[in-house]
Structure formats: C-alpha cells, structure tokens
C-alpha cells in the first residue's frame, strides 16, 4: 500500500502540475468601490489566490520562473501561477489598496505591506488533509497559524488597539476545496474507498465553516468565500477525461456544484451565528464558465486550450522555459497554462463579482 500510496502521490503532482522573489507595489491607486475603505485584504487558500509562498516551501508546486510572470509587474515571475496578476491582487486594487499582494512568507516583507494586506494561501492547498499531504502544500491550520503570527508582528508595530481595528475592518479572502475534489478525490482512489461526493463535499464544507470560525475568534469580521470553479473545464481535465472532442468533465463539475449548493447553505448559517459578520458568497462558476464557453463574447480567441504549452497538459515545470510553445498574446486566451486562467480572464471574474458583491463587505 506504501508503495502505491507513492506512486500516485508523485503521479497526483505531476498532474497538478501537468497537473525570485514578489515584485511588490505600493503605490498609490485609484480605488474602484469608493463607498468605504478598507485598510487591507487578506487570503487564504490555494493557488488561485497564492501569491508566492510555496517559493519558500518544500514542494514541487512552484510558479518562480519564467514563462510565468512574464505580463507580471516589473515582468517577473513571483510564483503566482498565471502570466500576471491574480485575485489577489485584483481585490486589493480594486478597492484602492495597492496593486499586489505579497507573500506572506516573503523574508523582506516592509511593516507598510503587512498593514496593507498579505497572503497566506499555498498552490495545492485544500481541506482534506490527503490534499497537503499529496501536493506538500502549507495546511489551513498552518495558513491559521501564519496569521496568529502576523497578528503578533502587527501588534508590535501599530499595537494591540491598532492591530484590533485592522483586523476588524480588513477583507479576509478564502478560495479552497478545488484541489480536493479535482486531485485527491477524482484523480486518487483513497477517498472514494471511504466517501461518496455528498459526505465529502459535506467534509469539506465542515471544514471551511470551521476555519471561517477560527478567523473570527482571532477578530475578523469580513469575509469573502469563493465557490468552486467549472473545474472539469480546464484544459488539463478536457485533455485527459474529454474524449477526442475534448468536451467539459461533467462529473468534476457536478462536483463542484455540490460544494457550491453546500457553500452557500454555510455561510447563511455562519453569517446568522457570527454577530457583526459579513459573509460574503463569490460565485464565479457561473461566470468563468460562460466566458469558457462564450469566449469571443469577452475578447478572447481561445477558451478550451492553454497559452503555455502544445498539449494543454503543461503546468508548473512543465510550463517552463523549455516549453515548446508560449502563445504570443496572453489577452487571447482564457487559460495561461493547463489549470488556471490568464490575468485577463481573472481581472474580469474579479470585477464583474465586486461589481455585485463589494457593498455586502461594507
């Protein structure tokens, strides 16, 4: 069994990733929402919203190398997994804070950026415990940790009351459950030996009501929960379990919608359960998957393949400098590499969301 365990443990990496140092702006921006402002915006999660911490952890999960980064700021790869900007730092400039989020574990991080807004979130990250140990990713109660110790560093550069009211009325973003579903529940025959989709989403669920709690305990009070994405849409999954027609995987996103029904079931209940809370619900199936399917309605050529790469397989080391293929324009292409999207496509789930959501944070 150890044996098989450790063969599909490089092989569930290998498809997450089949299957420098963050270049930080503090500019001063123009805010999109003016109704309130907000000091700083926080996440937590996976590679959707990492912003370079898994450069300084021990896994193959990386993103600091080019072609990646190559529309970044400065043209840098930080270890975000797209061709630029993420989430992220799309929330963060949207509400007029500054233009990137840096990584938490950045050794060089200013007293400036930490007041501003960091990230905690590490590619491959999840729910299930299998997930961190399959991927080598940095945990949810280890990202809870990091920010008990963040809490720390604040109160001794702003103090205890400071540090409070930052907390309070910064945004706390969270995009979780997607490498749980996609890699170790489908790709990997452990959890279905034990769970059907419905205890395993309902697992997941407990989970992330539990750590939105924890945060809570520690003094925030605004949150955004992203749902799952049409994770069985991606170039990867379309490459692998779409048949030659290289259609959408069904099953993953029926997945994913179970999350999501349940997601929204929670967070109604937490909100009730947490006085002065916000909770927000980001959807972003929804649209992601109509600007996959629709593409051309929102300026992209391509909807279905990726930019980096000739089999819509590649990621991580596979999206490298050897590389065969980097497609010339980014802005053409949904996808960057086999998993996830372009700056472009992120900018206009970021938007077109606070466009409908930014007043319940307020």
Not at 222 to 227: A, C, T
Not at 284 to 308: A, M, P, Q, R
């Given at each position: 069994m150890m044996k098989i365990f450790t063969f599909i443990k490089s092989f569930y990496v290998c498809s997450f990733l089949v299957l420098y140092h963050p270049f930080v702006v503090t500019a001063t921006i123009k805010p999109l929402y003016k109704n309130y402002s907000f000091p700083a915006v926080i996440a937590f999660g996976d590679s959707i919203l990492d912003t370079g911490n898994n450069n300084f952890v021990a896994t193959i999960i990386k993103a600091n190398f080019k072609p990646y980064g190559r529309?970044?700021?400065?043209?840098?790869?930080?270890?975000?997994?797209?061709?630029?900007?993420?989430?992220?730092?799309?929330?963060?400039?949207?509400?007029?804070?500054?233009?990137?989020?840096?990584a938490y574990l950045d050794p060089n991080l200013s007293t400036e950026e930490?007041?501003?807004?960091?990230?905690?979130?590490?590619?491959?990250?999840?729910?299930?415990?299998?997930?961190?140990?399959?991927?080598?990713?940095?945990?949810?109660?280890?990202?809870?940790?990091?920010?008990?110790?963040?809490?720390?560093?604040?109160?001794?550069?702003?103090?205890?009351?400071?540090t409070a009211e930052i907390i309070e009325k910064s945004i706390f973003i969270i995009s979780m459950g997607s490498n749980d579903i996609s890699e170790t529940y489908y790709l990997t025959p452990f959890r279905r030996i034990e769970y059907d989709i419905e205890k395993y989403t309902t697992m997941l669920i407990t989970a992330n009501s539990k750590f939105v709690e924890d945060l809570y305990e520690l003094g925030a009070?605004?949150?955004?929960?992203?749902?799952?994405?049409?994770?069985?849409?991606?170039?990867?999954?379309?490459?692998?379990?779409?048949?030659?027609?290289?259609?959408?995987?069904?099953?993953?996103?029926?997945?994913?919608?179970?999350?999501?029904?349940?997601?929204?079931?929670?967070?109604?209940?937490?909100?009730?359960?947490?006085?002065?809370s916000r909770v927000v619900y980001l959807e972003n199936f929804t649209l992601l998957h109509d600007i996959i399917v629709n593409h051309t309605k929102y300026g992209f050529e391509n909807g279905d393949g990726s930019c980096c790469g000739i089999a819509n397989l590649e990621l991580g080391p596979l999206c490298s400098s050897f590389t065969l293929k980097v497609?010339?324009?980014?802005?053409?292409?949904?996808?960057?590499?086999?998993?996830?999207?372009?700056?472009?496509?992120?900018?206009?789930?970021?938007?077109e969301t606070l466009n409908n959501k930014a007043d319940e944070f307020v």
């Amino acid at each position: 069994m150890m044996k098989i365990f450790t063969f599909i443990k490089s092989f569930y990496v290998c498809s997450f990733l089949v299957l420098y140092h963050p270049f930080v702006v503090t500019a001063t921006i123009k805010p999109l929402y003016k109704n309130y402002s907000f000091p700083a915006v926080i996440a937590f999660g996976d590679s959707i919203l990492d912003t370079g911490n898994n450069n300084f952890v021990a896994t193959i999960i990386k993103a600091n190398f080019k072609p990646y980064g190559r529309d970044f700021i400065g043209g840098k790869p930080t270890g975000r997994f797209c061709n630029g900007r993420i989430p992220s730092d799309y929330f963060l400039e949207y509400f007029g804070i500054k233009e990137a989020m840096p990584a938490y574990l950045d050794p060089n991080l200013s007293t400036e950026e930490l007041l501003t807004g960091v990230c905690f979130a590490s590619a491959g990250s999840g729910y299930d415990p299998l997930t961190i140990e399959l991927a080598s990713a940095i945990s949810s109660e280890d990202q809870l940790d990091m920010f008990k110790e963040y809490i720390g560093k604040l109160k001794a550069a702003v103090g205890e009351n400071k540090t409070a009211e930052i907390i309070e009325k910064s945004i706390f973003i969270i995009s979780m459950g997607s490498n749980d579903i996609s890699e170790t529940y489908y790709l990997t025959p452990f959890r279905r030996i034990e769970y059907d989709i419905e205890k395993y989403t309902t697992m997941l669920i407990t989970a992330n009501s539990k750590f939105v709690e924890d945060l809570y305990e520690l003094g925030a009070r605004r949150f955004g929960v992203f749902s799952l994405s049409p994770i069985g849409c991606v170039p990867l999954q379309r490459t692998i379990k779409g048949g030659i027609k290289r259609d959408c995987v069904e099953k993953l996103n029926e997945g994913a919608l179970v999350f999501n029904s349940k997601l929204i079931t929670s967070l109604v209940d937490l909100k009730k359960k947490l006085p002065d809370s916000r909770v927000v619900y980001l959807e972003n199936f929804t649209l992601l998957h109509d600007i996959i399917v629709n593409h051309t309605k929102y300026g992209f050529e391509n909807g279905d393949g990726s930019c980096c790469g000739i089999a819509n397989l590649e990621l991580g080391p596979l999206c490298s400098s050897f590389t065969l293929k980097v497609c010339l324009d980014t802005t053409q292409y949904v996808f960057w590499d086999s998993y996830h999207p372009t700056e472009k496509a992120y900018k206009i789930l970021v938007h077109e969301t606070l466009n409908n959501k930014a007043d319940e944070f307020v």
